[in-house]
């Protein structure tokens, strides 16, 4: 059954038509079943199983333009990075939404700029994480947990932002060029892709999950999976029409801090 509908697994055929199971054959399967033991649903365990027989993935970015190449990147300042990424944030809250929020900062001292912040955001989430070079891994009650990642990491360059909340789904991805990092904060711009649609920002928390797993598992196995079988939820509509405003807004806000009043 599982061979005719998912095309798993995939076993040899002897020239009678019989299978014949290899050891990795048996070890999949297996997987699978332990899978839906710990509660995801038979397609999710098999996509995650057969996303471990692969190459790891190392940056969310990356893998979002590999799966989803319609989402089309734009090159901004980083003034504007951080004001969409305010933007879905505040969002976020307005909805009152219990999600799961997994963020990259690149550097320790970017998120604690950002904690207080965060640990706001952390008490009403199911699950609230944060990516940065952290010495060493950290989970404080009623705060994110603070997963490290090396500075040679992909992650080290990329600003990242995922709602994976109820009725509230979106991702953000930026990345940078090394040599942007240390420029001062007006001159770095980053490559970003944002997206309010479901589809979408359940390939970004499934590409998170797969991260956490190789960094932090002991985290990772805390947080709820994104399961492809989940249908939308409703409300994403509003949601998205109103973080489309609070955007605009936000960036309108950026444009008349610019203007310089001057005497006629």
């Known amino acids: 059954m599982w061979e ?24 999949a399967v ?7 033991e710990r509660g995801l649903s038979l397609t999710a365990a098999i996509e995650r199983t057969r996303r471990q027989a692969r190459a790891p993935v190392v940056s969310v970015f990356a893998e ?18 951080l004001a969409i990424t305010r933007a ?23 998120y604690r700029q950002a904690e207080r912040r965060w640990t706001e955001l952390a008490r009403t989430a199911s699950a609230a994480v944060v990516l ?9 009650p009623g705060a994110p947990a603070e997963v ?3 500075l040679a990491d992909p992650l080290a360059r990329e600003w990242t932002l995922i709602v994976d909340a109820p009725g509230a789904p979106a991702c953000l991805a930026a990345w940078e060029q090394p040599s942007q990092i240390e420029l001062p904060d007006a001159e770095r711009r980053f490559e970003l892709l944002w ?9 970004a928390g499934e590409v998170a999950m797969e991260l956490l797993w190789r960094l932090a598992p002991q985290v990772a196995q805390r947080l709820p999976e994104t399961d492809p079988d989940a249908v939308a939820h409703g409300g994403e509509l ?27």
Request: glycine share 6%; net charge neutral; with cysteine.
């Open 238 to 264: 509003g949601f998205a029409t109103a973080l489309s405003q609070r955007v605009v807004g936000y960036l309108g806000r950026l444009v008349d801090d610019r203007v310089t009043p001057t005497a006629d």
């Open 195 to 203: 997206s309010f649609e479901p589809e979408v920002v359940r390939v």
């Open 64 to 81: 979002l333009r590999r799966r989803r190449p319609e989402v089309a990147p734009a090159n901004l300042p980083k003034r504007v990075v």
């Open 132 to 140: 940065a070079d952290f010495a060493e891994l950290a989970q404080p």
């Open 30 to 36: 297996s997987d699978v079943v332990g899978l839906r």
């Open 88 to 110: 879905i944030e505040d969002e976020y809250c307005a909805h009152a939404a219990h999600g799961k929020l997994i963020a990259c900062f690149q550097r320790e001292r970017f």
């Open 148 to 150: 490290p990642i090396d």
């Open 4 to 27: 005719s509908r998912y095309g798993f697994p995939a076993p040899a055929r002897l020239p009678g038509g019989h299978r014949r199971y290899s050891e990795q054959d048996v070890d």
